[in-house]
């Protein structure tokens, strides 16, 4: 019923920046919340940053003051600004939705993109 379409993400080197975009679709009501995560080999999924439908942000302390989450919402898409990229960086990153279907107002759901590769060189 919603699809999270994961864009942006490829080979840079280290000091550059990427624009990641994750654009929903689908039966969508209302979107609570929407956010990035990562994983590198080996390790766990972390976040990396979210955003509520109020605009209030939050980031993982490695991220804050090189990338920038927003969204718009009359696109249902949010998009994360990185720049300085750090080789430590390098992870597939996922976009998370929180949010509520129009077949079922009072519950909310988490879905997940597919995941986009983001590397980083030194």
């Known amino acids: 019923q919603v699809r999270l379409v994961e864009s942006g993400g490829g080979l840079v080197q280290a000091g550059g920046s990427l624009r990641l975009s994750c654009a929903a679709s689908g039966s969508i009501l209302s979107i609570n919340a929407m956010g990035w995560y990562r994983q590198a080999p080996g390790k766990q999924r972390e976040l990396v940053a979210r955003i509520t439908s109020g605009n209030t942000t939050n980031y993982a302390d490695s991220v804050k003051g090189r990338f920038t989450i927003s969204r718009d919402n009359a696109k249902n898409t949010v998009y994360l600004q990185m720049n300085s990229l750090k080789p430590e960086d390098t992870a597939v990153y996922y976009c998370?939705?929180?949010?509520?279907?129009?077949?079922?107002?009072?519950?909310?759901?988490?879905?997940w993109g597919q995941g986009t590769q983001v590397t980083v060189s030194s």
């Open positions: 998370n939705a929180n949010l509520k279907l129009s077949t079922t107002p009072w519950t909310s759901y988490s879905y």
